[in-house]
């Protein structure tokens, strides 16, 4: 029988997230947690290997008298549509920004440490056959929209994995193959796809923060505190892993546990809100309000330093636009390097060129093509102004913040009869002046499905 492709549709399980400690669970799924559909497909490999064979050449013709064989490593390119919560776009998003524990509800707050790590279980609905990928790393991932074509937003995710393999038989029970893996999914049940259509160029907006220097909030905390911003959420903390557990001393419903203010909540959602919360009597720590009164979400997300005064700026509004869009690319690079290794499971050995993953250091860019209006972006470009705040927000189903930007190349040819088109791509830093405080270039409220 021909194989189509419109028969095959994949489900995903998380394995390491930094909040589970990334170690145990990489490449080990569990076939008695839940499966998530990992959404519509739009190309998608869940059996790209590569032997690595090294050819050693001997008497005859051929250079390859002898193969050498090395490790297998496993590729898994992956390309969805942005459609629906809790499915594979914002799972390969998230977690290419790193998955972090915030009372109990996992959400990208920040760049990790840590190279999150998926399953993902492939049925074929024509021959009801089944692979099973484990180990599943995003390396490194795009989102992609182009107002030019039509067509929905997709989320481009190119991912190593651990191992791949078909089960033998009509069922989704590895453990009869008595191969490499042996996990059982017959008895699990296999997800129906998002019922909500994918989203367009045009659900999506953008908004940017120019000026950041008027409007802040004043913190003051204890010898050792620091504090972090993040697009849902500000954390307090006493040392380097201590939440401040006085901070704030109160039941307000904005306070989601010591030591973490909820931004979205109506009583936390301005900075003079914020100021109010604390002066319901924080021990050991003074926040106030400078300036006007503006949007606590639209703080610069990152790590300050709260031993002495600090003041964390917000931007004056977000009311700028990139107007006449072509297209837009949110690309995070992770540069995660790859541990060969031997590894023996069911009394079987394999020689894996992804034995272990090390999270490399992220590489966050927005690429923008659209149609030249002005001189505004070209200025900044030449001046080489920093942009404290971008927002892409996807309505109900999150939003992503990028902090102080750098516009690192622009360019605007000249075509005879034609639009001029500037094309520009934007680097992020992060804000603050506390250990790894880069770490806040982008930062999510999107909620991931828990490992």
Known sequence: MVKL?????????????AASGG???????????????????????????????????SIGQSTEGFHAKGPIAVSVPIKVAVQGTATGWQELLGRAI?????????????????????????????????????????????????????GYMTVDAMCTALITQDSTGTNANFADDSLFLNDNFASSTFPSGPATDPLLPTDLSITVGLAAASNY????????????????????????????????????????????IDLTHGNADDTQNVDDLADSGWSGWTVTKGGSTVSSLDLLKGKYNTESAVNVYATDNMTTT????????????????PVAGKTTRNSVTKWLAHNAISRGLADV???????????????????????PLIRLDFGSAGSIALTNGTITAFSRP??????????????????????NYSSFAISSDITLVPS
């Not at 913190?219 to 557990?245: C, H, I, N, Q």
């Open 322 to 337: 990139f107007s006449n869009l072509k297209t837009v690319k949110l690309k995070i690079a992770n540069n995660n390097v």
């Open 217 to 260: 909030i004043q913190v003051d905390g204890p010898a050792g505190s620091w504090m972090d911003v993040g697009e849902k959420y500000m954390r307090f903390y006493t040392d380097d892993t201590t939440l401040a557990a006085s901070v704030p001393n109160g039941d307000d419903a904005s306070i989601v546990a010591d030591g973490i």
């Open 5 to 17: 492709t419109q028969n095959i549709e994949a489900a995903f399980q998380p394995e390491v997230t």
């Open 414 to 435: 000249l075509t005879p009869g034609g639009e001029q088109v500037d094309t520009m791509s934007i680097k992020f830093r992060g804000a603050g002046d506390y250990k």
């Open 23 to 57: 170690s145990n669970a990489y490449g080990n799924p569990d076939p008695d947690s839940a499966l998530k559909h990992l959404g519509l497909l739009d190309t998608f490999d869940p059996r790209s290997v590569e032997m690595n064979v090294t050819p050693v050449a």
């Open 365 to 387: 860019t927005l690429e923008l093509t659209m149609t030249a209006e002005d001189e505004t972006w070209y200025d900044k470009y030449v001046a080489k102004q920093n942009i």
């Open 98 to 150: 790193g998955g972090t524990s915030i009372n109990s509800v996992l959400v990208p707050h920040n760049l990790t440490n840590v190279a999150d790590s998926m399953s993902l279980l492939v049925k074929d609905n024509g021959t009801n056959e089944y692979t099973l990928a484990t180990g599943v790393v995003p390396n490194e991932v795009t989102l992609e929209a182009d107002y030019t074509t039509g």
